[in-house]
């Protein structure tokens, strides 16, 4: 009778134990964060929860999702973690007189479940033509979209693109085509209601427009330009060029953000000459500390502290040079401490397989210098197009557009080493990856 009622305390204490074990690991192994990827073969968005402990995906229920539009590029996550905005490019169409037009661009918003579903809410439009980037102030308060063209109309009233005749509006000359001018590129800027998502247009009040005396719709940036940066109080855009006054090309065009009502003001008399010889990126560590500007034509990495008036300062050894076995530095990130930055190599673009695709890191000292960090360069999927380091800041992933992938890493925070996910690295996601967001928004 004893044994028999000791059997039964024992049975119960295993059981106890077992499930307490069980529960352990469940816990410990909960979503951690959202990954969302967009993907312009469909015009979709792919979305992937986070598993905590290994770093590993699983499907967003009901994933992929619609992207709003044509041709999504990137995306953002707001600061509450509850909204993702899409920024869908459009396809192109061009007339015969050389203007292009957009089909299917606008900037759409999608609410972010509870359980990582998306719930398109309205789409808003840029003001100027072709916009491809899209960035928050540091507060999430406002949204900024970066377009090629300013907007300019004929006589009609109709947005034009280009024209034969060089002018003060038409002032860039076409790249491949003599005797065509095209207007400046611009930022459209939008303050963000965080309870609602919904976006509303800030005008320009520095600069009217000469025609009808009314504030413009966008900031004028430079020619052709490339991507941009909102860091410290400032926004800075890369442009290709050459700029009208100088014949610069390679340049950054700079504003200073105003935090209370998203005014943009200039705050140098002429664009900052980087001397790269193309840049493919611009972009900060996640303190904002410093700024950094790839240059795939070189194969360099040009690092800046931020300056008076936002004047960029070459840091020690800027631009220190790629790994050598890397090629095609298209996007970077750091980790959460600003210790290492790592950069996404996207190598030849052609086949399905591709070894130079790889990831480069570096380790970040006190005064901002690059070295590279021991171990050498990380394989990943091929073409990413996006690096990033997810919200729990263990793990690093990439969206590879010639693989259509998600290739994760775990990130070793003493080391800066990065290894494979245990029990799978790479994910199968919507075709061809454009760029890769996540929000750390999981109640």
């Not at 900024?144 to 000359?173: H, K, M």
């Not at 209601?193 to 247009?201: Q, Y």
């Not at 340049?251 to 935090?259: H, P």
């Amino acid at each position: 009778m004893k044994f028999k009622k000791f059997g039964q305390i024992g049975l119960a204490l295993v059981v106890s134990l077992g499930l307490g074990f069980g529960i352990t690991s469940c816990s410990n192994n909960f979503t951690v964060a959202y990954l969302y990827v967009t993907g312009s073969q469909y015009n979709q968005i792919g979305g992937f929860n986070i598993l905590n402990n290994t770093g590993n995906l699983t499907a967003v229920s009901k994933s992929p999702f619609g992207s709003g539009g044509t041709d999504p590029v990137r995306a953002v996550v707001s600061t509450s973690g509850r909204f993702l905005y899409v920024l869908n490019e459009g396809a192109p169409t061009t007339d015969a007189s050389g203007n292009v037009t957009y089909k299917g661009a606008n900037i759409a918003v999608f609410s972010i479940g509870g359980n990582g579903t998306l719930a398109f809410q309205q789409s808003y439009t840029s003001q100027g033509t072709n916009s491809f980037r899209l960035g928050f102030s540091s507060a999430g308060s406002f949204l900024y979209v970066l377009d090629e063209y300013t907007p300019q109309t004929n006589a009609a009233g109709d947005i034009v693109t280009a024209s034969n005749v060089q002018s003060d509006a038409f002032p860039c000359p076409d790249p491949t085509t003599a005797g065509l001018w095209h207007p400046v590129g611009d930022l459209t800027a939008f303050s963000v209601d965080n309870n609602t998502g919904r976006l509303s247009l800030i005008t320009n009040n520095q600069v009217q427009n000469p025609t009808t005396g009314a504030q413009l719709t966008t900031f004028p940036v430079g020619c052709y330009p490339i991507d941009q940066k909102i860091s410290a109080g400032f926004v800075f855009v890369a442009d290709n060029g050459p700029e009208p006054a100088t014949g610069q090309t390679q340049t950054i065009f700079e504003y200073a953000l105003n935090s209370s009502t998203g005014q943009l003001t200039l705050t140098q008399n002429s664009e900052q000459v980087t001397t790269a010889d193309q840049i493919s990126a611009i972009n900060s560590d996640q303190a904002s500390k410093y700024i950094y500007v790839l240059d795939t034509g070189g194969n360099r990495i040009f690092n800046y502290t931020i300056g008076a008036n936002g004047l960029l300062q070459a840091v020690t050894g800027s631009p220190a040079p790629n790994t050598a076995t890397a090629s095609n530095p298209i996007a970077l990130t750091s980790d959460s401490k600003t210790k290492f930055l790592y950069i996404a190599n996207a190598g030849p673009s052609s086949g399905t397989t591709n070894p130079n695709s790889v990831i480069t890191g570096f380790t970040i000292a006190a005064n901002g210098v690059l070295a590279p960090i021991a171990g050498g360069t990380t394989p990943t999927g091929s073409g990413p197009q996006c690096i990033l380091e997810d919200p729990s800041n263990q793990y690093i992933y990439t969206a590879d557009f010639v693989s259509s992938t998600v290739t994760g890493h775990v990130l070793d925070p003493n080391s800066g080493v990065l290894t494979d996910l245990r029990n799978n690295t790479s994910y199968a996601t919507v075709g061809n990856p454009t760029w890769c967001v996540a929000s750390g928004h999981t109640d």
